[in-house]
């Protein structure tokens, strides 16, 4: 079965520091990498999208992928209070239908 | 300017009834969703439509049916509904399939 996984934390960082957020999936033909936000009792927000292994710079976010060890990551710079939020892995596999599919998520926590 | 509506936002029912939720996109995508969310988070996608046509259905009762009456719109009808259909369902959509997707705000399904 297809999967995707994630550490469920809470992962807990203070203000300014660098939260690591990790995901791995299964399937080695997944072409399409992305990480949403969801704030409690809201939808998911995307965040980044990374196709080809390495790393990817957004502002205060980097996703880094690793096609061979079949990871992605989501780095958060300068972590603020606002950061706090659940962080879902999505990974769109292949066989012609791209079916997306999500992680459970991580909830991370910046405290002040 | 919503860029994916949807409708109702809460929705509160009593067992074995029918219930339909409205789904709309202004962003000129390809592609439309449906996720179920449970207790536990988990985003869990049911049904996808690419122009108009089912390209994904999940393991999903067949007292749920989608309905895409154009590229914009994309409604959900659940038949007979029971206790374990309370959750938060998400229509989504995207460019096209397997790119960044974005979600609505959220259907809050409580049936009691």
């Known amino acids: 079965q297809k999967e995707v996984e994630q550490n469920s934390g809470p992962l807990s960082v203070p203000e300014g520091a660098i939260a690591s957020l990790n995901c791995t999936y299964s399937?080695?033909?997944?072409?399409?990498f992305f990480w949403y936000r969801q704030y409690s009792g809201k939808s998911p927000e995307l965040i980044m999208f990374?196709?080809?292994?390495g790393d990817k710079e957004d502002g205060r976010f980097t996703a880094q992928l690793n096609k061979a060890s079949q990871y992605v990551s989501l780095l958060i710079r300068d972590s603020q209070p606002s950061d706090s939020a659940t962080y879902l892995c999505?990974?769109?596999?292949?066989?012609?239908?791209?079916?997306?599919?999500f992680g459970r998520g991580t909830s991370l926590i910046v405290h002040p | 300017d919503t860029a994916v509506s949807q409708t109702p936002k809460y929705l509160v029912t009593q067992m074995g009834n029918d219930k339909s939720i409205k789904c709309e996109q202004n962003?000129?995508?390809?592609?439309m969703y449906w996720y179920k969310q449970d207790s536990k988070k988990f985003l869990k996608i049911m049904f996808s439509?690419?122009?108009?046509?089912?390209?994904i259905n999940e393991t999903v009762p067949n007292r749920f049916s989608p309905k895409s009456p154009d590229k914009a719109h994309l409604n959900l009808h659940i038949n007979s509904l029971e206790l374990g259909d309370s959750a938060v369902y998400f229509c989504?959509?995207?460019?096209?399939?397997?790119?960044?997707?974005?979600f609505g705000p959220g259907t809050r399904l409580l049936v009691l």
């Open positions: 999505a990974v769109s596999l292949s066989g012609g239908s791209y079916i997306p599919t």
């Open positions: 989504a959509s995207s460019q096209d399939q397997g790119w960044a997707q974005y």
């Open positions: 399937d080695r033909g997944s072409q399409s």
């Open positions: 990374i196709y080809s292994n």
């Open positions: 962003l000129g995508h390809d592609t």
């Open positions: 439509y690419n122009n108009k046509e089912l390209i």
